[in-house]
C-alpha cells in the first residue's frame, strides 16, 4: 500500500445526531436544494469540511450521468487525492448485473488511470432519505490506496435536510485484507 496513515480528525462526539459514534451528522440542504453557496457540512470543526462540501457537489454532479436502468439506483462518487485533485465516478450498470460498477469503484479508477495514488476523502451521493454507505467490495478497493479517510455520505431525498454524515473507511472495512500475507 503506497498511502501512509493519515491522522485525520474524528468528528466530536457532540456533532453527532441520530448516528453512531463514529459518524457525524451533516446538513445537505444546500446540496439537496442545489444552492450551494451555503455549506452542507454543519458547525465545520473539521479542516477537511470544505473540500468535503467541493466532493459532495462534484459527486452530486456526476450522480446525473449515471447508468442505472435496471436498479434505477444513481450513485456520484467523488474522490480528493494528496496532490488536490478530484476524480469521479457514477455507477455503470449492466445487463449481466454482476458486471455492475459502482461509482466509488469508478471514481478510484479514473484516479489510478491519471497516475495518482493517494486518496485523502470521499463522497458518496445517493438519492435517498439518507446516506448509503460504500459495498463491500468498494470499502476493500478504496482500502487498497487508503488505510483511512473520511467518507461523506449525503442522501438527496431527504425532508428534513438532515441527510448526510461523514464516517472514516477504517471504521467501515476493519481488519482490512492488505495484502501482506501475499509478499
Ligand atoms: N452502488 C454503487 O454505485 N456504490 C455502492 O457502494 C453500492 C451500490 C450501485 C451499484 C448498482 O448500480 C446500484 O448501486 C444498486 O446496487
Do not use: W
Request: hydrophobic content about 40%; charged content about 25%; some cysteine.
Amino acid at each position: 500500500m503506497s498511502a501512509k496513515k493519515k491522522a485525520l480528525p474524528r468528528p466530536p462526539a457532540k456533532t453527532a445526531k441520530k448516528k453512531a459514534a463514529s459518524s457525524k451528522a451533516v446538513s445537505s440542504k444546500a446540496v439537496r436544494n442545489k444552492a450551494a453557496s451555503k455549506s452542507p457540512v454543519r458547525k465545520q470543526p473539521d479542516p477537511h469540511a470544505s473540500l468535503l462540501d467541493e466532493l459532495v457537489q462534484r459527486a452530486t454532479a456526476v450522480r446525473k450521468n449515471a447508468y442505472a436502468p435496471y436498479s434505477r439506483y444513481s450513485v456520484g462518487a467523488a474522490i480528493a487525492t494528496k496532490s488536490g485533485r478530484i476524480f469521479e465516478g457514477c455507477n455503470v450498470e449492466n445487463a449481466s448485473l454482476g458486471a455492475t460498477i459502482c461509482a466509488e469503484r469508478g471514481a478510484i479508477m479514473q484516479m489510478i488511470a491519471a497516475g495518482e495514488r493517494e486518496p485523502i476523502a470521499c463522497a458518496v451521493v445517493t438519492g435517498g432519505e439518507d446516506g448509503a454507505s460504500p459495498c463491500g467490495i468498494c470499502r476493500q478497493v478504496l482500502a487498497e490506496f487508503a488505510k483511512d479517510m473520511p467518507i461523506v455520505l449525503v442522501g438527496l431525498g431527504a425532508r428534513d435536510g438532515e441527510t448526510g454524515h461523514v464516517v472514516q473507511l477504517a471504521d467501515l472495512l476493519p481488519l482490512a485484507f492488505d495484502g501482506s500475507a501475499l509478499r
